[in-house]
């Protein structure tokens, strides 16, 4: 290890710990992995020997930055603090010089030279905006979104910081909670599968790389399921939902690797997150091993308080460091409240050493103890913002995640010959809501537009013509005429509607998952000039667009596709890809049929047409708009040849599925090939069919193509009677299509020896 020059850090130590490393022989990977331990535990006890208490309590703050002359700055007296020794970590601070300013302080003149963590809410991009995470799973492209994130880590590292407040792997079934846009939707599997994708992203393959960061699986936990779709509101689910639906991808994302869990702002069986030993000592570190550090959410040590489990401050530090959470965001407890709480024996100061060694660990594994300064480059801040190739990467992304939802008569694709294209819409021209909500250092005028990306798109002999029609929120209707006289003087009509980006993420619910304003107004309007019509769709959550699915001919969801939205939705509506996305959620008909997915259980009077005393409703379908999985192209794909290796298997058996799939149409194009899975009877009630496996796989005109899927212990266990994980003998039915409902099916038998 190299050892930076410092002031104040003793050398002597810090050669110690080279003694340890030197000394161990380098036998291979083992070895190694034995010297970084070594290496690391002597320099964070040796630190840790030497703090005092105030120094401690220190590493564990964590206050907020705020927007200065020049770009964000540490508040008032911040600089005084990190001299002193009082702040650990700083959120929503960045830019090169500025953070190696703040770190030269932190180094060379605190007393112990101990590096800042600097964190900032990186979602999706940090200047290189990509679709919003929940338009990212619809890609079902593993590869894709780790690069996604891998550029973000590149980009937000480059401006000084080390860790991001993402992943958000929470699991969503009412669209009506704003939060729903930043996570992967209904899925556990793909809920999991989109977590080890992201995490490995930003941490890349050794974490003390100059390029990686600290992510951070969020929001511990069930945060999801909040009552009502209120942000922040009470969560009351079974033990059962907890550990089959919320749970596993925050367990992914800590078998991958994480180095930060976030607490949640809400409670789990009347205990609040941020006072949950059970959860976040117990579930979290005991039981799957978590090392990390857990970071609170913003202010959610105080808001103990409101909660009604602590009378005070005080009461809610203590609560919060017992329970595990490490670092205090923004409330300033712990370097208050918490020192005289320590003094005068109200909580042991072993507690607080547990958490500043997982902060000390993370900086040592950051490599910060090498190179403090190795984040803080000018240089590398300028070659590392829009990289052409970012850019590309971006609108690569966004063209995956549209998600073609109709297409009737093949309206799509068009021509780039077509004499005249009328662009409507409140959302045809708007560069912000292109980049959606948390769009970190993103900058609207990167933003391509539709209207700028299908103008560049078409033929020098098209004529574009364009008209708002309407805001996005608002009950004018003045715009009505002239976008109805724009689409009579068009041979098609390209309607953008959807959400404003600030109608979605943190605090951003609805009640209603309608257009909002008179959107659906103008739609009519415009399809009553008997033009054909495409209706391209911004949201981050599902709407309920029944009117538009049935009239309108073409319909696309975009989600907010990032800076290179305009050209990734030209590519699409001319035919340069074919689109391939899969909706990660199911859209409702309306919001009365929320909580609405499609691993729901089948009750003892399963939805009938012809019994009335079924599970169903008077005045619309039990059935989604479109399910879980859907998406068209602009070919078709058959299914055949479903079969299995085994028709028998032990409880922890293996089994090879495979399936046929061929390309029936005239163009290349991506299918998503979706494997679900149903326990037929056991001992518990099942869900009818599970998302356990999909490959995202390119066929050329004809091409047939076998995919084989494997299952085995971990794809058939539930948690049994007692809660423990278990595989029952019995029958198991496997459904391979392309969308939660078109599936081919057969069976399989577990049973015991």
Partial sequence: MSIFQSKSVKKAALLCVLTTVLAVPAWGSESKAIARNADEAALVEDLLARMTLEEKLGQLAQPRGRWGDTGP???????????????????????????????????DESRLGIPLLFAHDVIHGFRTIFPVPLGEAASFDHEAVERAARIAAEEATAYGLHWTYAPMVDIARDPRWGRIVEGAGESPYLGSEMAVARVRGFQGQALDAPDTMLATAKHFVAYGGAEGGRDYNTVDISERTLHEIYLPPFQAAVDAGVQSVMAAFNEVGGIPMHAHGDLINGTLRKEWGFDG???????????????????????AGILALEAGVDIDMVSNIYTGEMLKAVEVGKLDEAVVDEAVRRVLRAKVRLGLFDDPYRYSDKAREKAHTLKPEYRAAARDLARKSLVLLKNEGDVLPLSKQTGTIAVIGPLADNRRVMLGGWAAAGQEGDAITPLEGI?????????????????????????????????????????????????????????????????KELAQAVHASGKPVVAVLFSGRPLAVTWLSEEIPALVEAWFPGIEAGHAIADTLFGDYNPAGRLPVSFPRNVGQIPIYHNHKNTGRPPSQTEKYTSKYLDVPWTPLYPFGHGLSYTTFGYDGLSLDKQAIAPDGSVEVTVTVTNNGARAGEEVVQLYLRDDVASVTRPVKELRGFERIHLAPGESRKVQFHLDFDDLAFYGKDMRRVVEPGTFTVFVGGNSVDLLETQFKVVTP
């Avoid at 550090?293 to 009461?315: C, F, K, M, Q």
């Avoid at 033929?459 to 009505?480: H, M, N, Q, W």
């Fill in 73 to 107: 700055e540490v508040q008032q007296g911040g600089e005084e603090d990190v001299r002193a020794g009082r702040v650990g970590s700083y959120l929503g601070v960045y830019g090169a010089d500025y953070t190696r300013r703040l770190q030269e302080i932190a180094v």
């Fill in 455 to 519: 103008r560049a798109a078409v033929s020098s002999d098209t004529k574009v013509l364009y008209a708002k029609g309407a805001e996005i929120d608002s009950e004018d209707r003045s715009g009505f005429d002239e976008a109805v006289d724009v689409a009579r003087k068009a041979d098609v009509v390209l309607l953008f509607l959807g959400e404003h980006h600030d109608m979605s993420a943190e605090a951003n619910n609805r009640t209603s998952l309608d257009l909002p304003g008179v959107q």
């Fill in 293 to 315: 550090i857990l970071v609170s959410d913003y202010t959610g040590v105080a808001e103990l308080i409101p909660h009604g489990v602590a009378a005070n401050r005080e009461e």
